[in-house]
């Protein structure tokens, strides 16, 4: 099959911007937009240092810029190191701090500026926010990271014997959007093995090879993504999370937000806004996406979505950074509940949600069965076995996990694999409202040397469509199955209707968006021969295995 890649290049500046080349510490000089308003005094600065092309109908600045602007603010819009118009080398992550600081310095300095910026934006954009906390800059007085997290470059801790499962979608940004400073567009062969084969065939294609991907795959090299110290640790300044219910990075944004929570200093600057979005910003009530309802390529659609996506932010600048607002009326948790509609609460979660537990039960004679969920403790003694080969994975269930909701796919095939083990609850007699954490609480044993576990809870309308809510998945180090393992499963807002019921999937795989564990001791980037292995779900009075939900009413 011949290989064919796309090189997708700067769009023009627009009329409505000033580009300016801003030279950092070291004198490489990043490519920089200037959004005015009309007319007035010095104003405040919002800052957005991306990726993925200033000028791109991607990330529309232009149309944002707008919103910004009519509030009074100057918007500066800025191609980060290496991407794009802005020189230096093409690395991800370990810049950002310092160019940073240096970009708020530039904007202090400007005439058109009063001193005071603050920072907005999604994803890797999201991520140089933190980074610029970390910088210390005394100018930078707010921030509101979308859809993203401050430990993005690194793996999250781990949680006892539970290691998070690797995430070959970073491999796979990291072979497209850090080349060089433009983003290439080719297909992948995802079965070729080793998994790094997949990769090297891609980067001897096109004659170049990413250098972040190479500090990250097939092992981390440590690398100093915060020269000042980790962001946590900075001095402390209003943030409000924007998560996602359904975003593929909801577990770590929302890890962000509660250690932050908890934090002296940073818990009373902590505000959330938590919608039923993916990280594309495609929303609930219009999944599956229309075309019609597809911001991405329709611009009366964005100009729907817009006032949702700029709007919570606008309010929060205007608190803590103009002072024309009383932060006192910006809500501490704005969130969505999935199927009915916007929510306040003075936490996260809710103060009226309640734990619930359901178990799993009547565990099926094989993994093509159906289990159930049940409220009851007496599940008795049971177990069930499935079994994993590494060369017939569970396919992920869209190609592309950042826009989840664009497809929003009928998963009811699934529960019918030989490896995939499915619980099933009782049909609501009433609407069940969904407003916190979603964990899986569970026995495993297995014949490998470590095992994946992938979880999925999911809605079962009564024709018998089935679409998820949540997800986790994680890695069990101790396969001994001596004792019963949390595995994090995000948060989500989300009413259960009349009549539809809730399944829980369990799997050991998820590829490609996740890589494939080889059923060996061998690093599963490399490994070559694989070994299919045999799951023992296990439950007992003293290791009962079960999900938690925080419930409302």
């Not at 997290?149 to 070959?168: F, H, K, Y």
């Not at 915060?226 to 577990?251: C, M, Q």
């Not at 075309?291 to 329709?298: F, I, K």
């Not at 817009?306 to 932060?327: E, M, N, S």
């Amino acid at each position: 099959m011949s290989f064919r890649a796309d090189r997708v290049t700067a769009e023009p500046v627009p009329d409505s911007a000033t580009q300016h080349m801003v030279r950092m510490r070291d004198g490489v000089r990043l490519a920089t937009d200037l959004y005015l308003p009309a007319g007035g005094p010095p104003c405040e600065a919002v800052l957005v240092r991306l990726p993925y092309d200033k000028n791109s109908r991607y990330v529309f600045f232009e149309r944002v810029a707008e919103h910004f602007t009519g509030r009074g603010y100057a918007m500066v819009v800025q191609d980060v190191r290496g991407k794009f118009r802005s020189e230096g080398a093409t690395v991800a992550f370990v810049h950002e701090a310092n160019d940073g600081y240096d970009s708020i310095d530039w904007i202090v300095r400007q005439p058109w500026s009063n001193g005071i910026v603050g920072m907005f934006g999604d994803s890797y954009y999201g991520f140089t926010q933190w980074a610029a906390v970390s910088s210390g800059h005394s100018a930078l007085r707010a921030i509101v990271p979308r859809v993203t997290s401050a430990n993005l470059p690194g793996q999250p801790p781990a949680d006892g014997t539970v290691r998070d499962v690797e995430w070959l979608v970073h491999a796979d940004y990291m072979s497209h959007y850090w080349l060089d400073n433009d983003i290439w567009d080719y297909p992948l062969d995802w079965s070729k093995r080793p998994v790094t084969a997949i990769f090297d065939a891609a980067f001897a294609a096109i004659g170049k090879r990413s250098a972040s991907y190479d500090l990250t795959v097939p092992r981390r090299i440590p690398v100093p993504v915060f020269p000042d110290g980790h962001p946590f640790s900075a001095r402390p300044l209003p943030v409000l999370h924007a998560v996602g219910w359904f975003d593929n990075l909801s577990i770590v944004s929302m890890r962000d937000y509660l250690a932050l929570c908890g934090l002296p200093g940073w818990s009373s600057l902590q505000y959330l806004t938590a919608d039923s979005v993916d990280h594309e910003n495609h929303h609930l009530s219009c999944a599956p996406v229309a075309e019609a309802d597809d911001h991405g390529v329709d611009d009366q659609a964005l100009g729907r979505m817009l006032p949702k996506y700029v709007g919570p932010a606008l309010d929060f600048f205007d608190a803590f950074l103009k002072g024309t607002r009383d932060p006192a009326t910006i809500p501490r948790v704005q969130w969505h509940l999935g199927h009915e509609g916007y929510r306040q609460s003075p936490s996260w979660p809710p103060p009226q949600a309640r734990l619930e537990r359901l178990y799993l039960a009547g565990l099926p004679g094989s993994a093509a069965a159906n289990g159930r969920l049940v409220a009851g403790r007496d599940v008795g003694e049971q177990s069930v076995d499935w079994t994993y080969d590494p060369a017939r994975p569970v396919p992920s269930s869209v190609p592309n996990s950042f826009a989840f909701l664009h497809e929003f796919p009928d998963e009811s095939a699934t529960a019918a694999r030989p490896d995939v083990l499915s619980f099933v609850g009782e049909p609501a007699g009433s609407p069940v409202d969904l407003a916190g954490p979603v964990d899986l609480w569970l026995c495993v044993r297995s014949t490998a040397p470590s095992t994946d576990i992938f979880a999925k809870l999911l809605d079962v309308a009564p024709d018998g469509t089935t679409r998820m809510i949540v997800r986790g998945q994680g890695q069990l180090t101790d396969t001994s199955g001596s004792a019963v393992v949390r595995i994090e499963m995000g948060h989500t807002g989300y009413r259960v209707r009349p009549g539809h019921r809730l399944r829980l999937n369990l799997a050991s795989s998820d590829y490609p968006e996740f890589l494939p564990h080889p059923g060996t001791a061998e690093n599963p980037w490399l490994a070559t021969e694989t070994r299919p292995s045999t799951q023992t779900l296990i439950t007992r009075p003293d290791l009962r295995a079960s999900v938690t939900m925080s419930v409302l009413g």
